[in-house]
C-alpha cells in the first residue's frame, strides 16, 4: 500500500490473450465450511513444528469482530498460527499477487484479497472497508509485505493509520518469535528445531482510534511492531544445534567488515567467510556471529545488517550509490503464468529511482520507479517459481517484473538502497 502514485511509461505489451486477474473483485465472505477447513488444515500442519507453540493472548479478552490484525512474517507456518490465533471468528487476509500463483482458487475461496506488492492500491482499502463494515469480520494483513531478511521489523505503510481511522475499528499485532529461526528467509529450505511463541495483543481500541490522529495511530503500531528473533534467541537460551545453521547467511549479510568488501562473502555449515580476505564467522548454537580470529565486529546479526544499511545510506548520500545491469527479466501481469521477456537494462540511483528498459514483442518498454514510488522492495532468495533463482521484482499498476541480477548478491543491497533513498527523499522534501 504506497500512496505515492507510479510514475509509468510503456508498459509492456503482452499478446491480446494473456489473462490477467482483477485485482479490485470483493472478497469472499468466510463460510462455516471454509472456517472448519482452515481449523482441520491448521490442526494437521501445527504438529510440524517439533517443537511446539504457543500463542499468549494480552488484552484480548471479550474482543469480538471486526478489527485489523497486523501480523508478522517469516515464513508459511505463519499461516496455520494465524489462523488459529482468530479462532473462531472469521477473516480475511491481504496476499500477493505471487502467491495466488497456481492456487487461486483456494485462495479465493479461503476469502484472501489479491494485490500487488509495494503498489498503490484503492480496491484493497475498498475490500477493508467491505470486510469490517460489510462482514463485520476480522481484515488481517501483513504489512510489511515481505519476510524479515533479518529477524526484525522491515518498513511499514503510513497507510495503515488511515485504514484504521477510516473504520474505526480496534487494532491487534500478532508477533511470531521462533518462526524466522525454524526457517530464516536466507536459508528457507533448510529446518531448525526451535520452538514457535506469538503474542497476540489489542494495542488500540475502537477508542483510542477514535481519539488520535492517523500519525499517532502509526506510531503506537510501529512501537508495538517491534521484534527481534536473535535477541529473543539469546534471551531464551534457543540453542539451534544443526550443523547448517549458518548456510546460506551470506545471503543478506554481503559485506564484509574487516576489509569492507561486497559481494564476496560466502557461508557454509556453521561458518561465514569472505573470499576476499579469508576472515571467517562461526555461527554460535545461540545466533551469536563470532570471528574465528581477530576482532568480532558483530556478534548480533541485525547489529551487522543494520551496519550494511547505514553503509548504502551514506553511498546515496555522497553521491557514489549507484547500479546497472543486464538482466533476465519475467513478467506476471496475472496470477497464472510467468512470462519470459529476454534481456532488459535495469539502473537504480537517487536521482531516478528504477529504469528498466526493453523488447518485447516487438515493442520497446520502459519502466520507470521514481525513488518515492516505492518505500521497500521485494526480493526473493531461492525463488521457487523461477527455478530457484535470487531476484527482485518491479511492480506497475498493470504488472510484476522479476529481474535476475548478474550477482545476487546486488538484491538485498537493492533492497536497503531502494528504503533508505526513500527515507532521505522524504526527509529532503523532494517530490
Known sequence: MNENKNSLAGEIKYDDNVKRYDLSKPPVKQTKNVQRLTKLTSKALLPLIRKGHTIEKINMEGLEPPYILLANHMQFMDFPILFEAIHP???????????????????????????????????????????????????????????????????????????????????????????????????????????????????????????LSVDEINEVINEEFQYDDYKWQKDNNIRITEKYRADGIHRILYQCPN??????????????????????????????????????????????????????????????????????????????????????KVSHDFQNGFVLTGHYNGHAYRIH?????????????????????????????QDSIYCIPTNSYIITKLALATEEAYKIANENGRD
Open 89 to 211: 471468528h472469521k477473516m480475511n487476509l491481504v496476499a500477493a499477487n505471487h502467491v495466488y500463483y497456481k492456487d487461486y482458487a483456494l485462495l479465493e475461496k479461503l476469502g484472501c484479497m489479491c494485490t500487488r506488492k509495494f503498489t498503490a492500491d484503492l480496491s484493497l482499502v475498498r475490500n477493508c472497508h467491505t470486510v469490517l463494515q460489510d462482514y463485520g469480520d476480522v481484515f488481517a494483513m501483513f504489512p510489511e509485505a515481505r519476510y524479515s531478511p533479518d529477524g526484525t521489523q522491515s518498513v511499514l505503510p503510513a497507510a495503515i493509520g488511515k485504514l484504521a481511522k477510516k473504520n474505526k475499528v480496534p487494532v491487534v499485532v500478532l508477533l511470531n518469535h521462533g518462526n524466522f529461526l525454524n526457517q530464516p528467509f536466507w536459508s528457507h529450505y533448510k529446518f531448525r528445531k526451535v520452538p514457535f511463541y506469538a503474542t497476540m495483543k489489542q494495542i488500540l481500541t475502537a477508542e483510542d482510534v477514535e481519539k
Open 369 to 397: 520507479k521514481p525513488v518515492k514510488s516505492l518505500y521497500s522492495l521485494h526480493i526473493e532468495y531461492q525463488f521457487s517459481h523461477l527455478k530457484g533463482v535470487d531476484c527482485f521484482e518491479l511492480p506497475t499498476k
Open 259 to 344: 576489509c569492507m568488501t561486497e559481494g564476496k562473502m560466502t557461508s557454509s555449515g556453521i561458518c561465514l567467510s569472505c573470499k576476499e580476505c579469508g576472515k571467517k564467522w562461526e555461527m554460535t548454537e545461540l545466533g551469536e556471529m563470532k570471528a574465528l580470529e581477530g576482532e568480532t565486529e558483530f556478534s548480533h546479526v541485525p547489529d551487522w545488517y543494520k551496519w550494511q544499511r547505514e553503509n548504502v545510506r551514506k553511498e546515496i548520500l555522497n553521491g557514489t550509490y549507484s547500479y546497472k545491469d543486464e538482466v533476465p527479466v519475467y513478467g506476471f501481469p496475472g496470477v497464472y503464468k510467468y512470462i519470459k521477456l529476454g534481456k532488459a
